[in-house]
T-cell receptor, first 112, second 115 residues
């Protein structure tokens, strides 16, 4: 059974204070690891897909990295508008469903 | 493109009532999914469809039925609502799932309360 654990559950940072969010996963053959951003009352918004260990992707102040056991979402010099819940999900090769297995998310607050 | 849309946005039901949630996508995606999101839990897959006329069970299918009569629409039905089905429901779609990895794009959600 695929599993995803995200830490910390919540993180409060000052504007400009860089940090990292962690996503640990177990999966029977990784097809893809996904990062989404979710604002209150909205649906998840796609950020990145990572396919293999060593891969990195960047978008503005966000950088996602992947190893064989975990992924990190690095946030550099965050702004208040980066406040959101960040979701990590995996898609494995096993099982009949092609849905994603999600973690519970990290609730990030950036204070001005 | 509107992307993935869901109707209604909010709904309150009494125990035992039935309803249908509608998901529509205009991206010509083959795969569509229904998830539920509950406090303190990750999104969980209810049912999914790999193409028009096909449906399959996900992780938490009990109490729900689905239909995919048209490629662009995916309906989620609750025949006899229970308080345990109080949740936020999200629909998602992707170009294809099997044999590849395609990004799933999500709708804005339907907040359902069952009293």
């Amino acid at each position: 059974e695929d599993q995803v654990t995200q830490s910390p559950e919540a993180l409060r940072l000052q504007e400009g204070e860089s940090s990292s969010l962690n996503c640990s996963y177990t999966v029977s053959g990784l097809r893809g690891l996904f990062w989404y951003r979710q604002d209150p009352g909205k649906g998840p918004e796609f950020l990145f897909t990572l396919y293999s260990a060593g891969e990195e992707k960047e978008k503005e102040r966000l950088k996602a990295t992947l190893t064989k056991k975990e992924s990190f979402l690095h946030i550099t010099a965050p702004k208040p508008e980066d406040s959101a819940t960040y979701l990590c999900a995996v898609q494995g090769v096993g099982g009949g469903a092609d849905g994603l297995t999600f973690g519970k998310g990290t609730h990030l607050i950036i204070q001005p | 493109n509107a992307g993935v849309t869901q109707t209604p946005k909010f709904r309150v039901l009494k125990t035992g009532q039935s309803m249908t949630l509608l998901c529509a996508q205009d991206m010509n995606h083959e795969y569509m999914y229904w998830y539920r999101q509950d406090p303190g839990m990750g999104l969980r897959l209810i049912h999914y469809s790999v193409g028009e006329g096909t449906t399959a069970k996900g992780e938490v299918p009990d109490g729900y039925n689905v239909s995919r009569l048209k490629k662009q629409n995916f309906l989620l039905g609750l025949e006899s609502a229970a308080p345990s089905q109080t949740s936020v429901y999200f629909c998602a779609s992707s170009y294809s799932g099997q044999g590849g990895t395609d990004t799933q794009y999500f709708g804005p959600g339907t907040r359902l309360t069952v009293l």
